[in-house]
């Protein structure tokens, strides 16, 4: 996966009454990647993202309009936060079981 120029076509989201995820809420949680997977039926290419370059307004989803997939060119790549960083706040280490 790779970012591409500014070319891309912008997704309408005024509609949508629910703000977007940003960058910033999941770096909050400790996640600062995005795992990102191209969604060709015959490619199924997945790859992590780190999106350190990005302003923490930055929509999740709309950073799957600046990727293309490695393989195959396709610009049909969704993406999802890297949850595996995921550290919820103020959880002790060890178990408590
Ligand atoms: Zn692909």
């Known amino acids: 996966m790779s970012f591409v120029g500014d070319d891309m076509q912008r997704r309408s989201r005024d509609r949508n009454p629910i703000k977007p995820m940003t960058l910033g809420n999941i770096r909050s949680l400790g996640v600062v990647s995005l795992d990102a997977i191209c ?31 490695s393989r195959y060119g ?24």
């Open 39 to 69: 969604e060709e039926t015959l490619c199924g290419h997945a790859g992590q993202i780190n999106v350190s370059v990005l302003p923490d307004g930055f929509p999740v989803i709309d950073v799957a309009l600046r990727l293309r997939c």
């Open 74 to 97: 396709s610009k049909s790549v969704s993406t999802r936060p890297n949850w595996l960083e995921y550290r919820a706040s103020g959880t002790p280490n060890g178990l408590r079981n």
